[in-house]
């Protein structure tokens, strides 16, 4: 009984076999994007060390550049639960010298040439004035560890340890590939110089504010950007929460940033397409407090949130977020689902904490094979589940062939 079964599914296999070694035609080349793909790596406010946010930290994607602005504490951890490697981000945009937006500089600088990559180009960076004496000092503190990893030991690349580095005015700072980064003024107080910058890409745009107190330079230079990202401190609830501070100490930082009232004002007279808040403190009021002046399509920035910048406007997640984002502005989202611009509401429900790919290795068995099958491209492999599973049938007694109700009652 079991012989006939075995050559019928060895005849059977071969037959598909042939049919999938014909040739296949050849896959075309993939044409360039012409969207600009903004991932926030980190969201958070101030020096404090918070484990839910992590510091100033924005990658822009564009023409084959990626452009960093600003590296706070944990960009280079957000990087890698982005997928981005290290290496691969060598240009960094400082919007001014304050440590929350420069902690994690030396990690990117050393770990970028010494990981799996091997960052093999100068690190470039721009910034205010101080921006190169700091870049200097920081191959200074770490000569010793330079030395021995580029001269000694390991031998990493000499020109992967590089640095470049830019004292910068407002104006166009970089100009490569199409893509044009142009740096303007903003106001942070005592602070200055302190900048925003603008990247302008195959008609699409997005502006980063920086920190700053309300700004008409900023609006400026900001106007018919598809995307502004901007900054905010609820005064009110930062004055609740900081007991540490004097009420002088809050008085002067509240000074220095733009409460929700004043950058739904910005909001309106620039008229992104989207609006989105980064480097804010938690609080609930921010959303609320913004819609008394602007009523447009409005999002509460969370770390790894992903905006690609084309045709449409697409908001998505990059990696795995353990803890439910904040309620923001738009509803929520599977990463890389399209949305237009007018389904940009106000209400929304938290970003998903796990992937596609992962909620279905938690499928039962029956429907974890017919996922295999499906997933699975490159016909070798589909050949060899496939004669898998014809074996194993043609070899049991039919009496103990398993049905799909018997699969799917165990859960692997």
Known sequence: MRLPRIIAATLFLASVTASFAQPQPAAQPALPSTNIKVTLLGTASGPPVRLNRYQMSTLVQAGGESLLFDCGRGATLRLAQAGIPLADVSKVFITHLHSDHIVDIPDLYLSGWTSRNQRNRP???????????????????????????RDVDEHFSAEGIEVISHDIQEGVVYDHNGVKVTAFL????????????????????VAISGDTRPSDNLVRYSKGVDVLIHETLPANNFRSRQEELTPQ?????????TTPEQAGEIFTR????????SHYPDSPDIIPATRKTYSGPLELGQDLMTIEIGNKIEVGHAGIQQQPAASSGLQARRPKRQKSLSELGNAGKSLPTASPRMQSYSMKSCSVRRWMWTQTRTPPIRSSLLFAILLRHACRPPARLCTCSRLNSAVI
């Open 123 to 149: 690190i470039e960076v721009w910034g205010p004035a101080g921006t190169r004496s700091m870049m200097d000092y920081l191959q200074k503190a770490y000569a010793f560890d330079i030395h021995i990893r």
């Open 186 to 205: 903003v106001d942070h107080g005592p602070v200055k110089p302190a900048f925003g910058y603008r990247v302008d890409y195959a008609g699409h745009s």
């Open 249 to 257: 100490q809050m008085e002067a930082i509240i000074a220095h940033h």
């Open 270 to 277: 620039v008229k992104p397409k989207l609006a989105v808040y």
